[in-house]
């Protein structure tokens, strides 16, 4: 990478995450961002009720992650003449399915969004139409995550390969991304305390790792 690509991207790694995770939990606040089938209809009055704010959350989540794993995906290229290539090369494969899947789910909540509004007004197809993609929203929204977690780990063994960064990168990355796996396939979308706190927790050291990397590099980049 040439310098202003480096410090671009090592302030997307330090900006777009901690905004992501900000907008997300506030977000989480006021829609049930983990929620089993069984409580659509709490969700669908929830989304009605916080319309307009829920629709720029959805926007700057989107964005925010969006430009977050453009800057993963940049490191990873980076990577890819090293010894971790393959990996890396993997990573991108994934991460740039991580964005179609992510935007997918984008799309169905803002559908979800704009039926419960009108199912509130007493449109009883646009009710059936909100239930229906927020059901299918919650199981795109797992899949999501495991491509996520699934993205990061190899992206994580791509960096013990190729030695391009700080070996305690890699591990941490692989860690979390473990721990975010195995939550997601046990617990998936439900909002159990415990789930929600390992996930929230996940989040936090995947933007932990993410700012220090990337003031790692702005500091390389002087």
């Known amino acids: 990478m040439n310098l202003y690509t480096r410090r671009a991207t090592s302030i997307l790694m330090i900006v777009a995450p901690v905004v992501t995770l900000i907008v997300w939990a506030v977000h989480s606040t006021m829609v049930l961002e983990n929620a089993l089938p069984s409580e659509i209809s709490k ?41 971790g290539g393959f990996s890396a090369r993997m990573a991108i494969t994934l991460l740039s399915g991580m964005v179609a899947v992510h935007s997918l789910n984008i799309a169905v909540g803002l559908g979800a969004l704009g039926a419960a509004g009108h199912g509130v007004a007493g449109l009883a197809p646009m009710e059936q139409a909100a239930t229906t993609l927020l059901t299918a929203g919650i199981g795109i929204g797992i899949i999501a995550d495991l491509l996520f977690y699934l993205s990061l780990l190899v992206f994580g063994v791509a960096i013990i390969q190729g030695k391009a960064f700080h070996q305690a990168f890699g591990w941490v990355i692989i860690t979390g991304s473990t721990v975010g796996i195995i939550n997601t396939l046990v617990a998936g979308s439900s909002a159990d305390a415990t789930n929600v706190t ?15 990397l990337g003031v790692t590099l702005m500091r390389a980049s002087k």
């Open 43 to 83: 969700i669908r009055g929830l989304l009605a009720a916080n319309a307009d704010l829920t629709e720029i959350n959805f926007i700057l989540i989107w964005a925010g992650l969006i430009l977050w794993i453009v800057a993963v995906i940049k490191l990873a290229v980076s990577m890819l003449d090293g010894a």
């Open 198 to 212: 390992i996930q929230m927790l996940t989040y936090v050291v995947g933007v932990s790792w993410s700012v220090v």
